[in-house]
């Protein structure tokens, strides 16, 4: 059974970039999509983008378009999001998560990392 | 991109009773590529239900999911005392993925 193992919480200053990791245990990523799921304090869940490593392709939430890239390292299975120009507003908890793909960067999400907290404080 | 509007925002009840969650859809969700989450306080949250009505793996059968087109339920036929969180649903037919603002489910 795969298990998503993201590195540990951060704390960043406005204006920097930040970036979180999410290895892959007991598994590949195969054909599966790894995507980014965020939670500002006491709110809902947002996608923020994802990638499919066989293919190489990445799809990005508009809202974040420009700020956030995402990779995957097939050869370590490991996926990394990383997200610039941070502000208060992207305080959150960031999930990464595998997807099963169904359509072109679309997919329900199946296995969920532990989470990581970033926090974006002067 | 299609907004999920789930309700109620929360939902009081007692364990035993039945639970009916809703998501509704503003445009068709293409092949009804819906899934539910399960998520409890300081926990990921855990995939349910996809595909409108296919249990994932592990997941207890007082769980189930309906709906086609806009027009979506999670259904808990009788509440266990873990069954107490906030639920999301997803859709995953058109791009963007995007999800509801969750249900919270809570104890009577």
């Known amino acids: 059974q795969v298990q998503l193992v993201q590195s540990g919480a951060e704390v960043k200053k406005p204006g920097s970039s930040v970036k979180v990791s999410c290895k892959a245990s007991?598994?590949?990523?195969?054909?599966?999509?790894i995507s980014w799921v965020r939670q500002a304090p006491g709110q809902g869940l947002e996608w923020m983008g994802g990638?499919?490593?066989?293919?190489?392709?990445?799809n990005y939430a508009q809202k974040l378009q420009g700020r956030v890239t995402i990779t995957a390292d097939e050869s370590t299975d490991t996926a990394y999001m990383e997200l610039s120009s941070l502000r208060s507003d992207d305080t959150a908890v960031y999930y990464c998560?595998?997807?099963?793909?169904?359509?072109?960067?679309?997919?329900?999400?199946?296995?969920w990392g532990q989470g990581t907290t970033v926090t974006v404080s002067s | 991109e299609i907004v999920l509007t789930q309700s109620p925002g929360t939902l009081s009840l007692s364990p035993g009773e039945r639970a009916t969650l809703s998501c509704r859809a503003s445009?068709?969700?293409?092949?009804?590529?819906l899934a539910w989450y399960q998520q409890k306080p300081g926990q990921a949250p855990r995939l349910l239900v996809y595909?409108?009505?296919s249990r994932a793996t592990g997941i207890p059968g007082r769980f189930s999911g309906s709906g086609s087109g806009t027009d979506f339920t999670l259904t808990i036929s009788r509440l266990e005392p873990e069954d107490f969180a906030v639920y999301y649903c997803?859709?995953?037919?058109?791009?963007?993925?995007?999800f509801g603002q969750g249900t919270k489910l809570e104890i009577k």
């Open positions: 998560t595998r997807g099963f793909v169904v359509i072109p960067a679309c997919y329900y999400m199946d296995v």
């Open positions: 007991g598994g590949t990523f195969n054909t599966y999509a």
């Open positions: 990638i499919i490593p066989i293919f190489g392709t990445e």
């Open positions: 445009q068709s969700v293409t092949r009804n590529y």
């Open positions: 595909g409108a009505s």
């Open positions: 997803q859709q995953y037919g058109n791009s963007p993925n995007t």
